[in-house]
């Protein structure tokens, strides 16, 4: 397993944007997938949004475009960059990854702590 580090959660007015970033540390040659899901409080954790190791991308339903999922493997960093932030958006976010780590070139995987979103006025 790879460890993962989150930030960019916070407060943002509706209809607001918001960048999460998901990085992991160690050497790192490759972000292969990327995964985001969220839990809101009451609710079960649901996904949000993939990011495939070739470049494909999903989101989930009630994303409807306002999302966009990216990466920069030179940093080992996946983000969830969101805009028409909605109240209802507001939950914990959490990353899931796949990456290539050095010197084995071996796959492994991670999943971040959690950041917390709040869409609120």
């Known amino acids: 397993q790879v460890q993962v580090v989150e930030s960019g959660g916070g407060l943002v007015q509706p209809g607001g944007s918001l960048t999460l970033s998901c990085t992991a540390t160690?050497?790192?040659?490759?972000?292969?997938?990327v995964r985001w899901y969220r839990q809101a409080p009451g609710k079960q954790r649901e996904f949000v949004a993939q990011?495939?190791?070739?470049?494909?991308?999903s989101y989930a339903a009630f994303v409807n475009n306002r999302f966009l999922v990216t990466k920069d493997s030179a940093r080992a960093t996946a983000y969830l960059n969101m805009g028409g932030l909605r109240p209802d958006d507001s939950a914990v976010y959490i990353c899931?990854?796949?990456?290539?780590?050095?010197?084995?070139?071996?796959?492994?995987?991670?999943w971040g702590q959690g950041t917390r979103v709040t869409v609120s006025s």
């Open positions: 899931n990854l796949l990456a290539t780590v050095k010197p084995a070139w071996m796959i492994e995987e991670g």
């Open positions: 160690g050497s790192i040659e490759n972000i292969n997938r």
């Open positions: 990011l495939g190791a070739g470049g494909q991308t």
